[in-house]
């Protein structure tokens, strides 16, 4: 590392690519500090770096693509910063500005934000989810898999597509029958299925959302309670679904009504399912990966739109394979 500043050659021609693109109070260059472990310092529109040059030239690459995103009207936001880095590592960061330029607008929150699909990985998800009546999203936390199947399940509902949204997972932590719980079956499910709710408050708002799983419009259950139904009309997502058995995931599977929309994510390094029960998601993704009309998305580390510490916890946990 070197001791003395290394000047990164001219990034930016106005004040204002330079407050975009470093972010307030410089909070963007932290990303690119904690990313790659240097010290930036912006002295008026120059930026120097202590460390080695090699990195001094990968961040500059990565800076003026945002900056070509500045100048086509993109705010950038700390996850673009993180999403250009790791596009950059695998040698993608020419690709970025296509993500921008057909973005998929899939509802506003309830305080009016549009929700987008952020990653290359998430406008395929959106695509396929839109086209498909099976969807499997497969991959780490914090790529979003949950969290925008909920979302585009509310944005069905409200252009009248399905007639109400069923939200179901596997509740092994609870031995799944849920019997010995005490307290009624929303007080027994709720705090495995927070995630859910979470989504749902975003776009809806905990009032609306109160109101539509009364009035039976949004259902939220453990994944027994699907058993012997048939679920027409609807828009139903199996959540952490690396915790099914076969026998579950088949059971679930082949609840798939007339227009109906099902969307099963999971996370296949999270299993917690007793040994030697073998996933139900495993299984899945390996005998119908071939079939007509059922798709798969494989999210990686790449689309964790997270703290930079998330993502080098997941990466250092991938590395030892647990």
Do not use: C, W
């Not at 990985?121 to 199947?149: C, H, W």
């Not at 999210?299 to 080098?312: A, C, I, S």
Request: hydrophobic content about 40%.
């Amino acid at each position: 590392m070197s001791k003395d500043p290394i000047k990164i050659p001219a990034v930016f021609e106005t004040i204002d690519e330079t407050i975009s693109v470093v972010g307030h109070h410089d909070k963007h260059l932290k990303i690119f500090e904690d990313y790659y472990n240097v010290e930036i310092s912006l002295r008026g529109d120059q930026l120097y770096l202590f460390g080695d040059e090699k990195k001094a030239e990968i961040i500059r690459q990565v800076l003026l693509a945002l900056v070509e995103l500045h100048r086509k009207g993109k705010e950038i936001t700390e996850r673009d910063v993180l999403y250009a880095i790791k596009m950059n590592e695998q040698h993608r960061l020419g690709e970025l500005e296509s993500l921008f330029d057909e973005r998929y607008k899939i509802i506003k929150t309830i305080q009016g934000k549009t929700i987008y699909a952020k990653t290359f990985n998430q406008k395929e998800y959106y695509r396929k989810i839109q086209d498909n009546d099976l969807v499997f999203g497969i991959g780490p936390a914090g790529t979003g898999k949950t969290y925008l199947a909920v979302v585009i399940g509310v944005a069905l509902l409200k252009k009248n597509i399905v007639r109400k949204i069923i939200l179901t997972r596997p509740v092994v932590e609870a031995g799944e029958n849920l019997g010995f719980l005490p307290g009624d079956l929303k007080e027994k499910v709720d705090p495995y299925l927070r995630p859910l709710y979470d989504a749902l408050y975003d776009v809806l708002g905990l009032e609306q959302t109160e109101k539509m799983i009364e009035r039976g419009i949004i259902e939220i259950a453990p994944l027994a309670y699907m058993r012997g139904r048939t679920l027409e009309d609807a828009y139903i997502i199996l959540d952490e679904a690396q915790n099914t058995t076969k026998q579950q995931m088949k059971m679930f599977l082949t609840r798939l009504g007339f227009n109906s929309k099902m969307v099963v994510t999971g996370d296949e390094t999270q299993i917690d399912l007793p040994k030697p029960v073998k996933s139900g998601l495993k299984h899945a993704k390996e005998i119908l990966s071939d079939v007509k009309g059922i798709e798969f998305v494989q999210f990686e580390t790449v689309d964790v739109v997270r703290h930079t510490l998330v993502q080098k916890i997941i990466e250092s946990y991938e590395k030892t394979g647990e």
